[in-house]
Nanobody, 121 residues
Framework: QVQLVESGGGLVQPGGSLRLSCAAS????????MGWYRQAPGKERELVAT???????NYADSVKGRFTISRDNAKNTVYLQMNTLKPEDTAVYYC???????????????WGKGTLVTVSS
């Protein structure tokens, strides 16, 4: 069994910052790409940022220069530092990981349950 648990969401004013964390636990052999996605009310889930096991990063154009993704491989944890937040960043943020289980051979995608980020004055 593998679980991803997000934390760090909340209410923040425009221009403010938040840091999201996502810890993977369970029967994990290795983790390939980890990432953050978000879903705003009435919209489809979209990519925010991803990071490979070697540290290569990819960002959506809408967050480049404001968000930073990082990971701690020893802790099986991925972070999302969000700065200069805008009202349009309001969404439920989901953690994703492509994880190889100890009993497996290939990686499978796992998702957290999400954490709500609200940017409002």
């Amino acid at each position: 069994q593998v679980q991803l648990v997000e934390s760090g969401g909340g209410l923040v004013q425009p221009g403010g910052s938040l840091r999201l964390s996502c810890a993977a636990s369970g029967s994990i052999f290795s983790i390939n790409i980890m990432g953050w996605y978000r879903q705003a009310p009435g919209k489809e889930r979209e990519l925010v940022a991803t990071i490979s096991s070697g540290g290569w990063t990819n960002y959506a154009d809408s967050v480049k220069g404001r968000f930073t993704i990082s990971r701690d491989n020893a802790k099986n944890t991925v972070y999302l530092q969000m700065n200069t937040l805008k009202p349009e960043d309001t969404a439920v943020y989901y953690c994703n990981g492509n994880i190889v289980r100890r009993s497996g051979v290939y990686g499978m995608d796992y998702w957290g349950k999400g954490t709500l980020v609200t940017v409002s004055s």
